[in-house]
Every structure is written in C-alpha cells, then in structure tokens.
C-alpha cells in the first residue's frame, strides 16, 4: 500500500512539473525539473522498498 500511496504521489509532482515546464518553456527551470524528477524517482525506489528486519 506504501508503495501505490508513492507512486500516485510520484505522478501527481511529475504532472505538476511537467506541466510547469512545457507553460514556461525556459531551458534552465526543464533542466532542474528532470534534476528534481530524477531526484524523486531515486528517493521513490530506494525508499519503497520492502524492508525486512
């Protein structure tokens, strides 16, 4: 359930930023939206991970 719970929130921030940078199409604020989405994926699959103690 964690793991759908990140990836819908994963999606909701990517729409946003993606939507961003195509209305304000200006190449530094693209490079640091797919910095920060690379950012976010990174975090996402190493954080959802199944964690066995």
Do not use: E, G, Q
Not at 28 to 45: E, G, H, M, R
């Amino acid at each position: 359930m964690n793991r759908i719970l990140a990836l819908f929130a994963f999606a909701t921030l990517a729409a946003f930023l993606l939507i961003l940078a195509v209305k304000v199409p200006s190449p530094d604020l693209v490079i640091i939206v797919v910095v920060t989405l690379a950012f976010v994926a990174y975090d996402f699959t190493t954080s959802s991970k199944n964690k066995r103690d």
